[in-house]
């Protein structure tokens, strides 16, 4: 019987861990010298995009939010999945610059990968500006597109 009741626990313990993660994919930006936080976060049928900073005052708030077709959702899959995630490399880091954009992606529990992120810090990752240049055009909004600074 106390064995029962301890896989039960563990069952839930490892369904809530994976709760956390996103449905399809999540992009983080930070922007060092400005202290600025750009997040988007790709659901099966939703993007939302939240803005948050370093500063005292700041709160991460949720500034878009847009549905998304069943096209466009199947388009960003596809193309998420023929960057084929598990070649890319956990992180991108030039470590001559101290303080510029650091990018966290997080593939959701839609994507076909073993790999749950990839960090990209000041470095132009030429494989992944094709997935950047879509997430951009789902966003109706030119100020909450993705802009280098």
């Known amino acids: 019987m106390n064995k029962k009741i301890l896989n039960l626990v563990l069952l839930l313990i490892l369904l809530s861990c994976n709760s956390n993660k996103p449905e399809i994919i999540q992009v983080n930006h930070y922007f060092g010298g400005t202290g600025f936080h750009l997040k988007y976060e790709i659901g099966n049928n939703n993007l939302i995009i939240k803005t948050n900073c370093d500063f005292e ?6 500034v878009y939010e847009r549905k998304l077709s069943k096209t466009e959702t199947k388009e960003l899959i596809n193309k998420i999945n023929f960057l084929q995630p598990d070649t890319l490399k956990n992180e991108y880091i030039n470590e001559y610059i101290l303080d ?4 966290e992606i997080n593939f959701g529990k839609l994507i076909d990968t ?15 500006d094709s997935l950047n240049k879509y997430i951009d055009k789902l966003i109706l909004e030119n100020k909450y597109k993705f802009k280098p600074l």
């Open 57 to 62: 005052d700041c709160s991460e708030k949720i």
């Open 100 to 103: 510029g954009i650091y990018t």
């Open 114 to 128: 073993n790999k749950n992120k990839v960090i990209i810090q000041n470095e132009n990752v030429s494989s992944l």
